[in-house]
């Protein structure tokens, strides 16, 4: 499809938050530019360098795209004065003074995303304001700029109502992305009318978006990270149990809600459920040879055994991670996990058994140890 529009006309690709990019999705970019390296096609990309460190799944894979040199790596720096006022500019669609853009980026440094949310919190506290048609502002010298991301939007969410505030946070524990329906489940004590007077209002106030399907997402995941955060460590697994079991009564059966069924038990303490709920997405996700998924899964699963002093079910775990990574071609990351389950196992059987696995594995990676 790319090559045959390519042909026709120039195309770009942009794909925006490839540090939360699977195994697969990255593949699939390789595949991409590899494939259409000589065609009319430009491939943006655009990752937080933050979020990365050596074992994340970009991070190997933008050293391969630069040693086969198809990619261009462009750091995008923070703004300077006067590319805030230029992005004040476009925000409110008229020129803003010289003094306020010089405030506005002592506090923000010109993070374009900070910029954006504290002319927010501005506007909603009364401080910059529409009058006849154009934007005032009180005097620089009474401006109170939040001096914080987390700051400015807290002062966002205070100019919504508390019951607005509380679905939110109950979307939260959610996700980034949630859909009405989860919502409900997760807040069945609420009527659905003032569930959708609450998401009218958060809408509103730009805190969430619309999506497909009665699908709704955070404008930034930063705000559902400061929803989360507000929320007491008891709270928040009661929340999370809350969710959990709104999404067990509902969608029992649907092999899409067993990951998020693992997630929530486990946020919720309920290690023994949690246990049960990864187990099964693992077996779902490598039914559909997504290695990624299943190794997550089979992990998470992991954790919630050795929680639980279940040590030949951590055992078993670790053998299937290992499995799972061998299946994916990752040798040495599965020759870890056997020599993980081998320290577990006293069977001689059982050990003779991953003994001969992790053979294999250092065979497969030409290891003559």
């Known amino acids: 499809v790319f090559s045959n529009a390519a042909r026709k ?42 979020e990365l460190d050596r074992a994340h799944p970009l991070a190997k894979s933008l050293v391969d795209w630069n040693r086969e040199r198809l990619v261009t790596r462009i750091t995008l720096r923070r703004f300077n004065q006067l590319e805030t006022g230029d992005q004040l500019d476009a925000l409110l669609g ?34 910059v304001r529409r009058e006849s048609g154009r934007w005032k502002r009180c005097d620089i010298t009474e401006l109170v700029i939040p001096q914080s991301v987390k700051e400015a939007i807290g002062h966002r969410l205070d100019r919504v109502n508390e019951r607005c505030n509380e679905v939110l946070r109950v979307a939260a524990i959610l996700g980034k992305v949630f859909t009405f329906n989860e919502l409900a ?81 486990i946020q919720a303490g309920d290690h023994e459920r949690g246990l049960h709920y990864a187990k099964q997405a693992a077996f779902e996700a490598q039914r559909v040879f997504a290695f990624d998924e299943a190794i997550a899964s089979y992990s998470r699963a992991c954790d919630c055994a050795e929680a639980l002093g279940l040590v030949d079910e951590q055992l078993g775990l670790e053998e299937a991670i290992g499995k799972a990574y061998f299946m994916h071609g990752e040798t040495i990351a599965a020759g870890d996990h056997f020599e993980r389950a081998l320290a577990l196992a006293t069977d001689p059987g059982v050990r003779a058994r991953l003994q001969c696995e992790a053979a294999t594995s250092l065979v497969a990676r030409g290891d003559k140890r």
């Not at 010289?98 to 504290?118: C, M």
Request: aromatic residues 8%.
């Open 185 to 265: 489940s997760a807040a069945a004590d609420l009527d659905e009318e003032v569930l959708l007077d609450a998401l009218d209002e958060a809408v509103g106030a730009q805190l969430i978006a619309p999506g497909a399907d009665d699908s709704f997402s955070f404008t930034h995941d930063k705000i559902r990270e400061v929803l989360y955060e507000e929320l007491n460590p008891i709270r928040r697994r009661r929340l999370h149990r809350h969710v959990a079991e709104g999404l067990e009564k509902n969608q029992r059966g649907y092999c899409c809600a067993v990951a998020k069924l693992a997630h929530h038990y």
């Open 94 to 127: 008229e020129h803003v003074s010289g003094d306020f853009a010089q405030a506005v980026h002592r506090e923000t440094e010109g993070n374009p995303f900070f910029v954006e949310e504290v002319l927010k919190a501005l506007i909603e506290s009364g401080s």
């Open 9 to 50: 006309q120039s195309v770009l690709f942009h794909a925006d938050d490839l540090h939360w990019a699977d195994r697969g999705t990255l593949w699939l970019m390789s595949h991409l530019l590899r494939n259409l390296r000589d065609e009319r096609v430009l491939i943006v990309g655009a990752y937080r360098e933050t």
